[in-house]
């Protein structure tokens, strides 16, 4: 079965730090995208990063770069974002997905395989 699983979420002090895992199960990441994407209370997915498999290449939307990195496991399966001094508008539940290419980052209809989702509360 085919499917990603998130972990590494929990509740931290504002300017604090976590580091979240996607895991894929069934399949190898190979030349896949693996995006991470936010959920805050009444708000839409937004997607706020990415790496490429095929090539490493990695892309940040604004309010997360120059705190945050997403990277890949040697095992071609687990992805992880590290963010560093977090605030409140980083609390959400944090998902990833996979599609072909980090360039649709900004469509939420292009990705699949989303997991259950990993709970981030910030404190303020």
């Known amino acids: 079965q085919v499917q990603l699983v998130e972990s590494g979420g929990g509740l931290v002090q504002s300017g604090g730090s976590l580091r979240l895992s996607c895991t894929a199960s069934g399949f190898t990441l190979g030349h896949h995208a693996i995006g991470w994407f936010r959920q805050a209370p009444g708000k839409q997915r937004e997607g706020v990063s990415c790496?490429?498999?095929?090539?490493?290449?990695?892309f940040y939307v604004d309010s997360v770069k120059g705190r945050s990195t997403v990277s890949k496991d040697d095992d071609d399966r687990t992805v992880y974002f590290q963010m560093n001094n977090l605030n409140s508008e980083d609390t959400g539940v944090y998902y990833c997905?996979?599609?072909?290419?980090?360039?649709?980052?900004?469509?939420?209809?292009?990705?699949?395989?989303w997991g259950q989702g990993t709970q981030v509360t910030v404190n303020t």
């Open positions: 997905g996979t599609s072909l290419s980090c360039l649709r980052l900004g469509d939420v209809t292009e990705w699949s395989f």
């Open positions: 790496i490429n498999s095929s090539d490493g290449d990695t």
